[in-house]
């Protein structure tokens, strides 16, 4: 499938065939696929958590107003963000970077982020939004179909994935093989309205 498909075809879909389990190459595919995405300075602080531990999904779905989509698709994964990757040894991030770029660009990060926590939590929110974006499109493309949500209590499912305390989740994404389709598009708005001409 090509991206223009991929993009036209990925809906968020609320039902998916429990039974099907999702082959671990294709796991381990859309993973290296997912942390292809793009991130502020190489920083890659986006964390996964691929939860395909039927327990696990369950609690993680009662904690997630009890939606469908949590526990019967073959695999959830919990998009997080380590807000400290920017202090945490960013010099693994241009190590294959010719010196004189790496020399240049390492000290900035620290310079970027370290006065401003909001930055820091924008930029968790940015690259969480950006791979989960990725994995939408490459889990289509791969035969399977997805389903962004934020309808969880991030406090308790925190806790079920024990997540560190400086980190933080942006996202979850169930994805398996549908068992019916998404409803019809619900309301898109014009492009007239969406799309401003050089400036508002
Ligand atoms: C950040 C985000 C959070 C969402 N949270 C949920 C959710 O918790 N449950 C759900 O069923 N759908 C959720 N959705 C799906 C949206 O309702 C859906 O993307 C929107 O209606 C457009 O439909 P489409 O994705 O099929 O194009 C979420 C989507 C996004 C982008």
Redesign the pocket.
């Known amino acids: 499938m090509d991206t223009l498909t991929a993009i036209r075809e990925?809906?968020?879909v609320?039902r998916y065939d429990p039974d099907f389990v999702m082959p671990q190459e294709d796991i381990d595919k859309l993973l290296e696929l997912a942390v292809l995405s793009p991130t502020s300075f190489n920083i890659q602080n986006w964390r996964i958590v691929a939860v395909t531990d039927a327990e696990q999904k369950q609690k993680i779905r009662a904690a997630?107003w009890n939606?469908a989509?949590v526990s019967e698709a073959s695999l959830t994964l919990l998009l997080c963000a380590d807000l400290n990757a920017w202090d945490n040894e960013p010099e693994r991030y241009w190590r294959e970077a010719p010196e004189q770029v790496r020399d240049m660009l390492v000290p900035m990060i620290r310079q970027f982020y370290s006065p401003n926590k909001t930055l820091q939590h924008d930029e968790a929110i940015r690259s969480v939004g950006i791979m989960g974006q990725t994995i939408m499109l490459a889990a289509k493309a791969m035969g399977y179909d997805s389903?962004?949500?934020?309808?969880?209590d991030p406090v308790k499912v925190g806790e079920i994935i024990k997540l560190p305390k400086d980190h933080v989740i942006g996202?979850m994404i169930p994805v398996g093989k549908a068992l019916e389709p998404?409803r019809p598009?619900?309301g898109q708005l014009s492009l007239d309205e969406v799309v401003v001409r050089n400036s508002f």
Do not use: H, T
């Not at 389903?147 to 969880?152: L, Q, S």
């Open positions: 990925r809906r968020s609320k997630s939606q989509q389903c962004p949500m934020i309808g969880f996202m998404a598009r619900s």
